[in-house]
């Protein structure tokens, strides 16, 4: 009886185990290819006011709203370092354009949850916002090359 528990409980945490594991590394695989899409996003946004931005806020798009990226992902944008990377719940719309809480000029920019269609193949769409100035979302392809998330631009919406 004793050995038939040990069997079934060895079973059963290799079963635990493996569905955690492939659990974590999905959410892995998300968080980098949204990394990877921020970064591509940052660089080339058509934004109407480049210059003069203190803050990049970042955001994840989802059903119920945009939603706060972790701390691991902001500290993985790659940004001037004159520039802050916040959270997207610091920023605010003053007067028609998009602002820090502290009164400067900062952009949102945003990614949804990617599509992967393999563990090295996803798209994503991700855009940019600073009030009435301009937005814009664009639809990316993500692939992992040589251990690394390259993001092509797809197909690119209008700028407003």
Not at 9 to 32: H, N, R
Request: net charge positive; hydrophobic share 35%; proline share 4%.
């Amino acid at each position: 009886m004793y050995k038939n528990l040990g069997i079934s409980l060895l079973y059963f945490g290799v079963f635990i185990s493996s569905g955690c594991s492939t659990i974590v590394s999905q959410a892995s695989i998300d968080e980098q290819v949204q990394i990877a899409t921020f970064n591509e996003v940052i660089k080339n946004n058509l934004t109407a006011s480049p210059t003069n931005i203190s803050t990049y806020c970042l955001g994840i798009k989802t059903p119920e709203g945009i939603k706060d990226p972790n701390q691991q992902l902001l500290r993985g944008i790659v940004h001037p370092t004159a520039i802050s990377i916040q959270p997207n719940s610091v920023c605010h719309i003053e007067q028609s354009s998009l602002v820090k809480s502290n009164g400067k000029k900062a952009i949102a920019f945003f990614v949804d949850k990617p599509q992967c269609h393999t563990s090295q193949n996803c798209t994503i769409r991700g855009g940019y916002y600073e009030g009435n100035l301009s937005a814009q979302t664009n639809m990316y392809k993500a692939e992992l090359v040589n251990k690394k998330w390259i993001v092509t631009l797809i197909s690119e919406g209008p700028v407003s």
